[in-house]
């Protein structure tokens, strides 16, 4: 069962960047060839993709649907069996601009890494507002104001200034120094 928190992290995938046709090339082994082998695909699937990162499509959240699965082709010289599987999936891709609730994992003085499903955001210093200082004494170190505190474990509205898509992962950096950003009150 999904936590309440993952679910609404699900939910706001959803409608933000929603479900995508794919597809993907799984290599099987001879033994596991049988009346089983559907689900043998339908498993190996789920384990190459789900929690992956594409550059082109983002995190693949969760796959959806298995929609076609082709008939295997017999790799010469090993035994192996080929077989091209689309399937719909869950994909996760931000964008600049982009307002996301996260939750604070760690806090320095440069500033602080927050989570939002598979993606660390890192919100530095010069974007958050100029009158929460760092603590460094605190325990945990935080960044505070008169009626906020940045900390391990906060939940925070940011919004991506820059993302930088690689082959297997995303980088994001965000602000908090606009209105509506900052600690969302519980």
Partial sequence: MLEAGLWLLVIAIVSSHGQKELSHTITLHPSYFG???????KDKLYADVE???SGRFGYIITVVQLQQISKGKILPGSGLAEFKVKYQAIVFKPYKGEVL????TTVNKMGFFADVGP???FVSNH???NDMRYDPNG??????????????DV??????VGTRIDATEIFAIGTIK????GVISP
Avoid: F, H, W
Wanted: hydrophobic share 35%; aromatic share 4%; glycine share 2%.
């Fill in 139 to 152: 325990n945990p170190p935080c960044y505070s104001s008169d009626d906020q505190v940045i900390q391990k």
């Fill in 35 to 41: 009346p089983s082998m559907q689900a043998q695909l």
């Fill in 127 to 129: 974007l958050i507002p």
């Fill in 51 to 53: 929690g992956t990162c």
């Fill in 119 to 121: 993606l660390q955001v």
């Fill in 155 to 160: 939940q925070v509205r940011i919004k991506l």
């Fill in 101 to 104: 609730d996260a939750v604070v």
């Fill in 178 to 181: 606009e209105d509506y950003l």
